[in-house]
């Protein structure tokens, strides 16, 4: 008899429904032509923080450090709170404590990651670059995604291209500044205020506020000024509420009300920072009161303007580098919007008059004021610095992005009326071919840029790379300290070297008119001292922390001022070496057009004393085009217009060879 098999079947699946679709068209900014096509392509937050972190982490790796403020007021501090030494100025001392310790004692935990996965003190000073980086990286695309949901998708994918290939960008976002951290907190906060304000988001407020307060507290306090915009918001416009006459008093009492509790919560920010302060620099102390204090009532002798001025017009030329065309888009995305007022009204929907509505072009026009508020701001300020720019670079994008957009609203307003033909304008490419040669030209330019901050301008970097890595192995073999490398191995493909023998040789770098190119001690390895020489420079220059170890709360370095430094900017003979005791000195030279003086002779063609260990081009801006010096391209015509000085690294063939015999003779044993 056959046997029988019983057989189960699985109950059919049910299909899972799919999500469905977001709703298009939800932002301030509407498109009047295709709306039913599909959406313009924009990578959702995983792809962007993917795709422009290849680019925030070669920053991290490539960039060149804009401005010695950051080196001595930031990398140097952090250096001390980890290794016990670096330069101290005279704002990170609790007599005039204009640099919070709380902002510094942020990165310390990062540094150290770097030195546990890898020996030496280079690896740390990339990991903390690296970690603003992916900051910087997580704050963008953020913002690049609210902007498809807030204002519009053609305006986002504007943006996150601007964003990407920036040069302004690729400077600020690795940076170890104070302006940096507020550009990282205002792209949040302008990311979430983008959502008009309204009484049934409260939520909006309070985390809005909480960014800016952050930025401002621990970072900068001017940064403040960015929210002025948002608090005019909150305050007197009903942005996303409708509110009759009758409710007006209510409605505004209970903004009011919000914002100032949002602004009270946000005062708890200065707790932790101020205990942070007070006690490495050992007294009570409040820095963000210090520096406005500094900058603003410093009175007559006192003040950032010691430090140079420059004419009102500063920071347009600068932008104009980092940002070229981007920026002429920026600066006139308010007058393109009352210019769309009148010829492209529908652009941003629905127009219908209400007493107690906002208009949506007084809601865009919020979102576009912060960067000329700043600018604004800061040129009829005598004193102007690049890294000052730094916390719009974001919103000027922004900007740049809703003024290309309605730029191309124009041109489908002007087709349409040549043609009389919507359909026509919908089928044609001509605006979005007309666009895309903005953006790609714009990156260009852009890339150029960067290219030729590396390929003019990242010696002093590399020098201190060459002496790490071939000049003080080199030292180490010839004493018999460090065995050499066999001939079958390429120096570069060695392993590691641990440098700590190093010390042997108590060695001294020393820098004189290129003290403001020196990218600080994380890159001269433990053992090495640097110290300054005397050049035509008149101003103070750093002195050194004391050396001090233990937990940072019980540094003795961060709570002592060294005799000399003072906020006159007055020179202190006492921080100057005799270059004769200068076992390594790093300079510059230009032998095509040379310039010497007493207090800065041409060391480099001092055969005598100096040998030239390596010497890398380093581009003489006074004698090279203008356009040639500023964009980089590949060729040796466009090369032949500008002109490269030597920037060296020198040894003091007598004192390096002295020490030398010394060690090696301690090392076989002999007695010296």
Known sequence: MASQVLRL???PEVPKLAAPPKPRHTGILQDQLRRAARRPWNPDYSTAVRILLLLRVAGAMYSNIQDCDEVFNFWEPLHFLEHGNGFQTWEVTPTFAIRSWGYILLHLPLARLGAFFSSGKRPAFFAVRIALAVMST???AKFCRVVVDKVNERVARYLFFMLLFNTGMWIASPALLPSSFVMYAT?????????PSSLKNGSRTLLVTLLFATGAIVGWPFGLALALPFVFEECFVFAGDTVVSTE?????ITRWKRLFVAGLVSLFIFVPVVAIDSVAYGRWTLVPWNIVRYNIFGGAQRGPDLYGTSPWHFYITNLLLNFNILLILALASLPSLLISYFVDKKRLGNQKSSPGRSSPFTVLALRLVPSYLWIGILSMQAHKEERFMYPIYPLLCFNAAVTLYLLRGWMEVVYIRITNSPYKASRSTLFGTATLIVVVASGLI???????????????????G????????RLLNSTGLLPPVPAEVDERDRPNIDLTPIKEFNLRLCVGKEWHRFPGHYLVPTGVGVDFV???????LPAHFQRSFGPWWDRQGSKQTPAGLNDLNQEAQEFYVPVESCDYLVDLDFPHHPTSSRQEPRYAIDEDVWQRVVCLPFLDAAHSSRLTRTLWIPGSWWQSKNEFGDYCLLRNEERVHEKERR??????????
Do not use: M
């Open 138 to 140: 997580l704050c963008e």
């Open 187 to 195: 792209t949040l906060a302008f990311a979430h205020a983008l959502e």
């Open 9 to 11: 079947r699985r109950p």
């Open 446 to 464: 852009s890339i150029s840029r960067t290219l030729a901050l590396y390929h003019y301008y990242h010696a002093p970097l590399d020098i201190y």
């Open 663 to 672: 060690v090696a003779a301690r090392v076989q044993g002999v007695d010296f």
């Open 534 to 540: 005397k050049s035509d420079f008149a101003g103070l």
């Open 466 to 473: 060459h002496f790490e890595v071939f000049e003080l192995p």
């Open 248 to 252: 007006y008093k209510r409605w505004i």
